[in-house]
């Protein structure tokens, strides 16, 4: 069999199983939560990111993104000022 048809078997039945879970609203909204816990959780990481010695979770990461910083590193602060940036110029241009 190829390859390409495993894999669409494969998707097929996935989407079958998703959309018979998907059916009781109850598991939708527990996905719903999932999902936007998710997002809330990654937000929170970047936001850290950019100012890693203020943030009042002080986990390793956290710690050794901080430590990082101390020595002169400047990646995770670039990288957040960028994002930033482009969000805010994003929401400026979406108001207008």
């Known amino acids: 069999m190829k390859k390409r048809y495993?894999?669409?078997a494969v998707g097929a039945v996935g989407a079958g199983i998703a959309s018979y879970y998907l059916v009781d609203s109850n598991n939708r909204h527990k996905l719903k939560?999932?999902?936007k816990n998710s997002a809330k959780k990654v937000n929170r990481?970047?936001?850290n990111a950019g100012v890693p010695d203020q943030s009042p979770e002080q986990e390793l990461d956290q710690l050794?993104?901080?430590k990082m910083v101390s020595e002169g590193s400047q990646f995770g602060v670039q990288y957040y000022n960028e994002k930033k940036?482009?969000?805010t110029s994003n929401h400026q241009q979406?108001?207008?």
């Open 94 to 96: 979406n108001i207008q």
């Open 64 to 66: 050794e993104n901080s």
């Open 6 to 8: 495993v894999l669409s």
């Open 85 to 87: 940036k482009e969000n």
């Open 33 to 35: 939560k999932i999902a």
């Open 45 to 47: 990481v970047f936001e």
